[in-house]
């Protein structure tokens, strides 16, 4: 696949059409941690850490984050809600491209009720919602990764999506999904293993995938673009990492791994967040990307 790596989203660039348009500032939604915890387990990391998230702490990495994006992006906030502790992985709200929205169908009961509570949130932006089919699980940017150097979504299913989501995400999108099987129950949704970046870059950890998919994923990634990471970071969500005007915000960072990525010219930003890592979560699992405000909103200051 002969992929057009160009960073700009194609409307942005046709209505400002300066001669080199600013990288366009990111926008993302976010909810606070008033209610969040550790109540149930729906994925490997929740075993016995019911009730083991320190709330404060939690607090105090949650507000790091966002005060470190808040330089570098707009953020949104839907307002949290008690019973819901995972509320705050607002990646799970759904999917939003252009002026559409697709609302998460959650294939974990405990977190259906936060679907209203997104849909709402959406509506209220502005959003047309698609509809979406009641037998289809998906779990929203957790498993769909707009790579916007190549225009495609990059879909994982397996454990939480249902393997039928990316077909309908294509429809509604008009992109091509690419569907990729995860196959370690550690890496649940793909946002936890597979980080594309600007420029055509891609960060993953290969071993999350079954053959097919990895070699999928080589097909359209260039080599030179990837930047494969082990176990050891794998293990500590590195991949699960918000980048914003070249920085990539991540839980943790081995030298190795930093030293690819100023090599590829990001600068990362190691932003702890071990209470969130007790529910399965990090930094991309905290922020849902959101388009209209990314391409318009000029750069402050
Ligand atoms: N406890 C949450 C769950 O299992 C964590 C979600 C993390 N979100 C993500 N996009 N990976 O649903």
């Known amino acids: ?24 500032r990111r926008a993302l939604l976010m909810c606070a941690p008033d209610h969040f915890g550790v109540d149930y387990i729906i994925n490997p990391w929740m075993e016995n850490q019911i009730g083991q998230a320190a709330l404060p702490r939690a607090k105090a990495q ?37 002026d559409t929205a697709v ?9 259906r009720p936060e679907e209203r509570l997104f849909c709402e949130w959406f509506e209220a932006q502005g959003y047309s919602i698609a509809p ?3 037998n289809v699980p998906f779990e929203g940017a957790g498993d769909a990764l707009l790579d916007h150097a190549r225009g495609i979504v990059w879909c994982g299913y397996g454990w939480r999506s249902g393997e039928e989501a990316p ?15 995860l196959i370690d129950p550690r890496f649940y949704h793909l946002d936890t293993c597979f980080c594309p970046l600007s420029g055509g870059w891609l960060m993953f950890y290969p071993d999350a995938f079954d053959i097919a998919s990895r070699e999928a994923i080589r097909a359209i990634t ?54 969130f890592m007790k ?14 405000a990314a391409s318009t909103v000029m750069p402050r200051g």
Do not use: Y
């Open 103 to 111: 609302v998460s169908r959650f294939n974990a009961k405990e977190r």
């Open 167 to 181: 077909k309908h995400l294509e429809k509604i999108f008009g992109r091509r999904a690419v569907a990729l099987r």
């Open 222 to 275: 260039p080599v030179e673009k990837r930047i494969e990471v082990g176990e050891k970071d794998a293990l500590s969500f590195a991949c699960n990492a918000v980048e914003v005007a070249g920085r990539v915000f991540l839980n943790a960072c081995s030298d190795e791994l930093r030293a690819r990525l100023i090599d590829a010219g990001f600068t990362p930003v190691v932003t702890p967040l071990s209470e």
């Open 279 to 292: 529910a399965g979560g990090a930094a991309k699992c905290l922020t849902l990307q959101l388009p209209g």
């Open 1 to 24: 696949e002969a992929a057009v790596l160009s960073d700009a989203p194609r409307s942005d660039a046709r209505e400002a059409a300066p001669p080199r348009p600013a990288p366009a």
């Open 62 to 98: 949650w507000e790091n984050l966002r005060g470190k994006l808040a330089a570098h992006s707009d953020i949104a906030f839907v307002t949290p809600t008690p019973g819901l502790p995972d509320m705050v992985f607002t990646a799970n709200a759904g999917l939003a491209i252009g």
């Open 132 to 134: 979406w089919p009641e």
